[in-house]
T-cell receptor, first 114, second 117 residues
Framework: NAGVTQTPKFQVLKTGQSMTLQCAQDMNHEYMSWYRQDPGMGLRLIHYSVGAGITDQGEVPNGYNVSRSTTEDFPLRLLSAAPSQTSVYFC?????????????FGQGTRLTVV | AQSVTQLDSHVSVSEGTPVLLRCNYSSSYSPSLFWYVQHPNKGLQLLLKYTSAATLVKGINGFEAEFKKSETSFHLTKPSAHMSDAAEYFCVVSSVDRGSTLGRLYFGRGTQLTVWP
């Protein structure tokens, strides 16, 4: 039972570099989302998707892009990394978009931008 | 609009004593509320959820929470702490607004629980 899989687990980038954080789920969930976790801030929503081909912005979308070409995958792209993007990133999925829907989280990607 | 306030950033208890993690919420409508736990260097795991059924909700590992609409609270409790309960706990409200924000999760800032032997 893989659930939500994120890769890589750790990454160090130089300022200005770009990269893609991968997220895949095998539960056939429609709803997927990306969060960043910073100390004392809880988790903040970056982008989300309610199905293949449909994405929208969350609270803190600047500097990030997403796409959803398949139900399973929801990659997060950092266009030009900045030190302010140093954070732990979590991908989550749920069966549907709904107030009662339980979110399943990946193990996280710890990103450091130097 | 929805928001969540976790009243304590850190809670320390001795093993075998009760745990109380406090959470207040703000929501335009009857909310859906969750508690998630995050162990060090791990993802988040659902402890329990309230979805307008019974106001006392039982979760995994002996945790429970009571929804009190009059106090806009959803405090998490456990009668007897165990060393393995040491983790960060997040109170979460889910948006019930119609449209694209339906189901969006709003996180509290977290409460770090320390359990002393």
């Amino acid at each position: 039972n893989a659930g939500v899989t994120q890769t890589p687990k750790f990454q160090v980038l130089k300022t200005g570099q770009s990269m893609t954080l991968q997220c895949a789920q095998d539960m056939n969930h429609e709803y997927m989302s990306w969060y960043r976790q910073d100390p004392g801030m809880g988790l903040r929503l970056i982008h989300y998707s309610v199905g293949a081909g449909i994405t929208d912005q969350g609270e803190v979308p600047n500097g990030y892009n997403v796409s959803r070409s398949t139900t399973e995958d929801f990659p997060l792209r950092l266009l030009s990394a900045a030190p302010s993007q140093t954070s732990v990133y979590f991908c989550a999925s749920s069966f549907r978009q709904g107030a009662n829907a339980e979110a399943f989280f990946g193990q996280g990607t710890r990103l450091t931008v130097v | 609009a929805q928001s969540v306030t976790q009243l304590d950033s850190h809670v320390s208890v001795s093993e075998g004593t009760p745990v109380l993690l406090r959470c207040n919420y703000s929501s335009s409508y009857s909310p859906s509320l969750f508690w998630y736990v995050q162990h060090p260097n791990k993802g988040l795991q659902l402890l329990l959820k309230y979805t307008s059924a019974a106001t006392l909700v039982k979760g995994i590992n002996g945790f429970e929470a009571e929804f009190k609409k009059s106090e806009t609270s959803f405090h998490l409790t456990k009668p007897s702490a165990h060393m393995s309960d040491a983790a960060e706990y997040f109170c979460v409200v889910s948006s019930v607004d119609r449209g694209s924000t339906l189901g969006r999760l709003y996180f509290g800032r977290g409460t770090q629980l320390t359990v002393w032997p």
